[in-house]
């Protein structure tokens, strides 16, 4: 069974950081390319980051670029997103994605909210 188990979401105030986790269980992570996703209410999922499978390409959203940070370890199986200088609107539910050969995973999301 495959499973993709997030956390490290919270309440935090604009300026602050967050570190998102993600745990894959079930599949063969190292060969799988991860990546981020968000929903913030009344809007359409959209991706914030993803890396490739050995880790050595990254690509980001242009509204978070130089603020969050994504990184794999695959022998932890378990794909970070460290999120620095955090915004308001970046106030989302954040969710895990694994994606190979025209498979998709997805984890159930972690609430990541930003205010004062």
């Known amino acids: 069974q495959v499973q993709l188990v997030e956390s490290g979401g919270g309440l935090v105030q604009p300026g602050g950081s967050l570190r998102l986790s993600c745990a894959a269980t079930g599949i063969s992570f190292s060969i799988y390319t991860m990546a981020w996703y968000r929903r913030a209410p009344g809007n359409q999922r959209e991706l914030v980051a993803s890396?490739?499978?050995?880790?050595?390409?990254?690509n980001y959203a242009d509204t978070v670029k130089g603020r969050f940070t994504i990184s794999r370890d695959n022998a932890k199986n378990t794909v970070y997103l460290q999120m620095n200088s955090l915004k308001p609107e970046d106030t989302a539910v954040y969710y895990c994605?694994?994606?190979?050969?025209?498979?998709?995973?997805w984890g159930q999301g972690t609430q990541v909210t930003v205010s004062s």
């Open positions: 890396i490739s499978s050995g880790g050595g390409l990254t």
């Open positions: 994605n694994a994606y190979f050969a025209s498979t998709y995973y």
